[in-house]
């Protein structure tokens, strides 16, 4: 195709390219400012800070990885990984989810004793 033979079609796409390009220096110009803001606030390529505590959780729990990866966890490999859990859970700042009772469900204890004491009359008639 030749310039010549479309010159609207060469003026559209030339208005393209220049609103293109002014759109390209606008956003770069905004870029330039965000990034002013950010090395002013020291936010600029620093990563969210991790605690001590954080980090050997961290390091802990991979650690149990690999060994779970190798065979199975012992009972006291799974209380650590529990405390480990418990307390990265903890030092993020984040509530640790209670245990809810299902509505309806007693406690094991009363029902139990509820009847052995049926049971204790049941016998004695």
Do not use: W
């Not at 606030?41 to 802990?60: F, G, W």
């Not at 859970?89 to 640790?96: I, S």
Request: include cysteine; glycine fraction near 2%; charge should be negative.
């Amino acid at each position: 195709m030749d310039k010549l033979e479309f010159p609207e079609l060469v003026e559209s796409e030339d208005l393209a390219l220049l609103r293109a390009r002014k759109e390209i220096t606008e956003l770069k110009a905004k870029l330039a400012v965000y990034e002013d803001i950010l090395k002013e606030n020291d936010l600029l390529d620093s990563a969210p800070a991790v605690s001590d505590e954080q980090r050997i959780c961290l390091d802990q729990i991979s650690k149990m990885k690999e060994i779970s990866d190798k065979g199975p966890l012992m009972i006291e490999d799974i209380k650590a990984l529990e405390i480990l859990v418990k307390t990265l859970t903890l030092a993020r700042g984040k509530a640790m989810p209670e245990m809810k009772e299902k509505k309806g469900k007693k406690d094991s204890t009363t029902d139990v004793a509820t009847l052995l004491k049926i049971a204790e009359v049941k016998r004695d008639k």
